[in-house]
């Protein structure tokens, strides 16, 4: 198949494991797709709610029309975002849609009330090198593991779902160890491809982190057992001698994007040394309690956006017994209720 050159005006950040020129060889049509195939786009519409593109510096670029973008091909199921697939086969000329800032491309198949349509892009070819070889963000990936090495305590936060608090709480506590003289890591493991929570953790004082980008993965969705994955990305990070690992795990622990695989792996269980769970409201608490409790998994603090109120703390210890914190309004007093945890715990196995 003729190859063409094309070049790249905008590249998004889902390709960075590849580290591509600005400069790529295409080809114009390719049968069989899978999700982290890199795919070339022109940008056929703009977006005022949805209209920047996470670039592979993390620094966030204005979409316009006509914009020659690098992507990749993956799946979202955003609750509070666009939900979209991989389509069945790739040629020029076809249409799809931008399913997130990260530069995941796909057939968007609805959206939240809140945001305006996905924007529409043109396939121009799919990205190759110089054999005709079609290029996936799986071509660098860490290794996944079959087992889990030796490791740091980890703090481990999920929540109810998207924007409940989970990435606010994860990196004021990164900053309190961090201020605190540890040395700390961190690690996102589910979710849709963007570097924007691993650099906000980077920007915390974490001194080394990785996400399931790093394993070449585009998005979490229908991955089927994550357990390999989050043990490789959590061996990578024990490389670097940390003394904490915390842990986000994206989206909620129910949902399309494996979380519950991950929480299910009792080697995976067995490591946390403080698990905090994050909601918007009392219900959510409630939620997590349970379904956390078929997992075999006890919540030791509570907090996300359901603490921003003081009210808010003060009703879930007393009617829930769990201790309560909020990264907001007392970071110092979330990150010691972690600290407690672990080192009662260290103490237990001494």
Not at 302 to 311: F, L, N
């Amino acid at each position: 198949m003729e190859l063409k050159k094309v070049e790249i005006d905008k590249p998004g950040s889902a390709t960075s494991p590849l580290d591509l020129p600005k400069s790529v060889n295409t080809i114009d049509r390719h049968e069989f797709p899978i999700a982290g195939d890199v795919v070339v786009v022109r940008a056929l519409s703009e977006s005022v709610t949805y209209g920047n593109l996470e670039l592979p510096s993390g620094r966030l670029a204005k979409i316009n029309r006509n914009d020659i973008l690098l992507g990749v091909l993956g799946k979202r199921r955003a609750l509070k975002g666009f939900v979209g697939d991989v389509p069945d086969s790739v040629k020029s000329g076809d249409r799809l849609h931008l399913l997130n800032m990260g530069g995941v491309i796909g057939i968007c198949k609805g959206h939240h009330s809140s945001f305006s349509d996905a924007i529409e892009v043109e396939v121009v070819g799919v990205a190759c090198d110089a054999d005709g070889t079609v290029l996936n963000i799986s071509d660098k990936a860490l290794e996944t593991a079959t087992s889990l090495s030796t490791s740091a305590p980890i703090v481990m936060i999920a929540g109810t779902c998207m924007n409940s608090g989970k990435t606010v709480a994860a990196t004021e506590i990164i900053r309190q160890a961090a201020n605190a003289g540890l040395r700390v890591a961190g690690a996102k493991l589910s979710g849709i491809a963007c570097l924007r929570d691993t650099l906000h953790m980077q920007d915390h004082g974490a001194v080394a982190t990785a996400s399931f980008l790093d394993c070449g993965l585009p998005s979490t969705v229908d991955y089927g057992d994550l357990s390999p994955v989050a043990k490789g990305i959590l061996n990578h990070l024990n490389s670097f001698k940390p003394d904490l690992i915390v842990v986000e795990l994206g989206d909620g622990i129910v949902g399309g994007y494996a979380v519950d695989s991950v929480l299910k792996d009792a080697e995976i269980n067995a490591a946390i040394s403080s698990f905090v769970f994050c909601a918007s409201d009392y219900v959510g608490v409630i939620g997590g309690i349970a379904v956390l409790k078929d997992l075999g998994i006890d919540i030791d603090v509570i907090a996300g956006s359901v603490t921003d109120s003081q009210m808010g703390e003060d009703f879930v210890q007393e009617h829930f017994g769990i201790k309560a914190g909020n990264a907001h309004r007392n970071g110092t007093k979330l990150f010691e209720l972690v600290r407690n945890r672990i080192d009662r715990l260290q103490l237990a196995f001494a």
